[in-house]
């Protein structure tokens, strides 16, 4: 078992967990490089949050989506089967004003029932001075939240979306330090985002989303899309979902 009876008790009580080790240095240094070799081949710009489902076509993506530590903890929050919804990589290069507003994975993504878990995966070490992601705990609990427009410029989300967070749980919020190579977990209906990156240091993380089977989509994602998934672990016995195809 990856995760102790504390982290489960804290993830059903905060919505998230920080700071599990994932890949030992070599592994990370390799996951590492191939993200430096597909950034000089596509560029900054695309790489800041271009890069949607690149696991049908980048072997190290698929590596790390289907890494058997991050299912272990996966296993251990939604149960035994697991499929991967998508994944995406959020990279910030600084100093810049890009920033992630504050928000709910799930809102838009037209699943139901409304579940889904998202492993960030650091390939780089992620800080306060490179905009780490930030959580404000328990706010799973309150289910979907409305979202409106942000106002400020730079926000790195699909459709711009933005919860408006009052000062007193925008202070509870908590800053996800992470080294590269570990992960931090969070529940699809928590709060989070991200402030801009400060420092010179690139801050890329890849998001892992992954739902139990007999999750649906009932409507498109906020993209207009349908989502494609793949049986990353056990069994799927109710076959809601197109299954994606590797390309490598
Ligand atoms: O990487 C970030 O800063 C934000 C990530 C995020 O919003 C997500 O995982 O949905």
Redesign the pocket.
């Known amino acids: 078992m990856l995760l102790s009876e504390k982290q489960m008790q804290d993830y059903q009580s905060n919505g998230y967990l920080a700071g599990i080790t994932i890949s030992d240095r070599d592994e990370v240094e390799t996951f590492h490089h191939h993200f430096d070799v597909l950034e000089a081949q596509e560029g900054q710009e695309k790489c800041q949050v271009g890069l949607v489902d690149w696991h049908l076509t980048h072997d190290f993506i698929w590596q790390i989506a289907k890494h058997p530590k991050i299912l272990d903890a996966i296993e251990q929050l939604i149960g035994p089967d697991i499929l991967l919804l998508a994944t995406h990589f959020?990279c910030?290069y600084g100093p810049q004003n890009k920033f992630?507003a504050w928000?709910q994975?799930i809102t838009y993504w037209g699943l139901e029932p409304s579940l889904a878990i998202?492993a960030?995966y650091a390939i780089d070490d992620s800080n306060i001075e490179n905009?780490c992601?930030q959580v404000i705990p328990g706010t799973h609990q309150a289910g979907i939240i409305a979202h409106g427009k942000s106002d400020q410029e730079g926000n790195l989300l699909s459709i711009n979306q933005e919860i408006s967070v009052n000062e007193t749980a925008e202070n509870s919020a908590v800053d996800i330090v992470l080294k590269a190579g570990q992960i931090s977990i969070?529940h699809g209906h928590l709060i989070?985002?991200?402030l801009p990156n400060q420092s010179r240091k690139r801050r890329c993380?890849l998001?892992l989303r992954y739902i139990p089977p007999y999750v649906k989509q009932v409507e498109e994602n906020s993209m207009g899309r349908r989502w494609q998934s793949i049986l990353v672990r056990g069994e799927d016995q109710h076959q809601n979902f197109p299954s994606g195809s590797l390309g490598f």
């Open positions: 959020f910030k992630v928000h994975d998202t960030w905009g992601m969070h989070h985002g991200s993380g998001t």
